[in-house]
C-alpha cells in the first residue's frame, strides 16, 4: 500500500499539478483608481493594479469587482477568475450569480464577509488581508464566469385554448369512491454528513482523474452519472453543500443526500488530496482520465500515467470535436455514449 501511495504521490506531482507548480498568484486586478490602491498597496502581500492597468491575461491573474453591476461585465472580459464582493440581496449579488459560482460571489451578511459555501472573515467590510485570502482562493480553484457558447432552445408555450363544449345533461351521483390519482415518487433532499472513507466504502467506483489541470473532468463526470443512474461524488479542497443528486468531500467528511445513496458512484478526485486519492483508486473497479481540448499535452500526460503501471479503462475528451484525434493516439480513448454502454 505505501508504495503505490508513493507512486500515486509521484505521478500526482509530474502530471496533475505540473502546470500548476509556482504559477502562484500574479496580479490582482480591481475596479479602483490607481489613487485608491496606493493607500493599502503597500500592506497587500499580493500585486494589485487597478482594471485600466489591465493589458492581456496571464496565469495566476484574478479580477475582483467591488460593488459595481456594471464592472462585471469588463473583469468578464478580462477572460481571467474572478470575484464580486458586494452586499447581499443587491442588484450586484443577483447579476453576479448569473455568471458566476456562488463561490465566487463574497458579500457582508451578519457581520461576516462570506459566500454561500464558505466564511472568508468575521468583519464588518473588507480588509486587505481579507482580499488576499479572497484572491488565493479564487486563484487556486480557477473560478471563471461561466460564459455560455449554446444554450437549447426554449419551446414555445401553446395557448391553453379549452373548446366550446354542450352542455350535458346531469345524470345523478352514486355513491362510487373515486380511484386516487397515482402517486409519482419524488425525490426528496435530506441533508446529511458522513466520513469519507464509510460513504465510498462497499460502493461500485469509478474513478475520474484529469490528465492535465485544465481538462473539464466536471462535466464529463455528471454527465456518466446521469446516464448511467449513478451518484456523483466531488473530492476538491474546499467542502461544498451537496444537492438533490451530487455528494461534495474535502477527503475527510462528505456532505451528502441521505435519501439518495446509489451503489454505484462516479468519484472526482482532485489530485491534491492525495488520501482520497489513494483510496478512490484502490477500490476503483475502472479508471477513467479526462483529457483537455490540447490533443498533444493530454495524450502525453496519458501515456506518462500508462507508463507508470497505473491502471487505466477508458480516456474521455472534454469534448467530442477532438475525440477522432484522441482515438487515432490512444487505443482505450472512448465517448461519453460508448463508456456507458460498455458498464
Keep these: 500500500m505505501y508504495d503505490i501511495q508513493l507512486r500515486l504521490a509521484e505521478v500526482s506531482e509530474k502530471i496533475f499539478l505540473g502546470n500548476k507548480k509556482g504559477s502562484g498568484l500574479i496580479r490582482t486586478f480591481i475596479n479602483q ?9 503597500p500592506l497587500s502581500s499580493i500585486p494589485v493594479m487597478s482594471f485600466s492597468k489591465f493589458d492581456r491575461p496571464a496565469a495566476g491573474d484574478v479580477a475582483v469587482v467591488l460593488d459595481n453591476t456594471q464592472d462585471i461585465y469588463k473583469a468578464i472580459k478580462m477572460q481571467i477568475p474572478m470575484a464580486v464582493i458586494t452586499e447581499k440581496d443587491s442588484q450586484c449579488h443577483q447579476e453576479a450569480l448569473k455568471y458566476l459560482s456562488p463561490a465566487a460571489v463574497i458579500y457582508y451578511s451578519n457581520g461576516k464577509m462570506h459566500s454561500d459555501e464558505r466564511v472568508f472573515s ?7 488581508q481579507t482580499l488576499n485570502e479572497i484572491c488565493q482562493f479564487i486563484n487556486e480553484n480557477q473560478i471563471c464566469p461561466n460564459i455560455y457558447v449554446w444554450q437549447p432552445r426554449k419551446k414555445p408555450v401553446k395557448p391553453n385554448i379549452q373548446p366550446i363544449r354542450e352542455p350535458v345533461q346531469q345524470q345523478p351521483q352514486q355513491n362510487i369512491r373515486p380511484m386516487p390519482e397515482p402517486v409519482q415518487p419524488q425525490q426528496e433532499y435530506s441533508p446529511a454528513q458522513i466520513d469519507f472513507n464509510s460513504f465510498i466504502n462497499n460502493k461500485e467506483i469509478i474513478a475520474v482523474f484529469k490528465s492535465t489541470p485544465n481538462a473539464n473532468s466536471e462535466a464529463v463526470a455528471q454527465e456518466i452519472a446521469q446516464r448511467s443512474n449513478a451518484g456523483y461524488l466531488k473530492v476538491g479542497s474546499q467542502l461544498m453543500k451537496s444537492t438533490t443528486e451530487n455528494a461534495y468531500s474535502d477527503g475527510n467528511i462528505v456532505n451528502y443526500n441521505a435519501n439518495f445513496t446509489p451503489d454505484r458512484l462516479i468519484v472526482e478526485v482532485d489530485a491534491q488530496i492525495t488520501n ?3 483510496a478512490v483508486y484502490t477500490q476503483a473497479s475502472k479508471i477513467i482520465h479526462v483529457c483537455c481540448a490540447n490533443v498533444e499535452l493530454g495524450m502525453q500526460a496519458v501515456k506518462d500515467w500508462a507508463a507508470s503501471g497505473f491502471k487505466l479503462d477508458a480516456v474521455i475528451p472534454d469534448s467530442n470535436s477532438t475525440l477522432s484525434a484522441y482515438k487515432a493516439g490512444v487505443p482505450k480513448a472512448l465517448s461519453i455514449e460508448e463508456f456507458v454502454a460498455s458498464l
Design 33 to 41: 483608481s490607481p489613487e485608491e490602491i496606493k493607500a493599502y498597496a
Design 122 to 128: 468575521i468583519s464588518e467590510g473588507l480588509t486587505i
Design 276 to 278: 482520497a486519492m489513494e
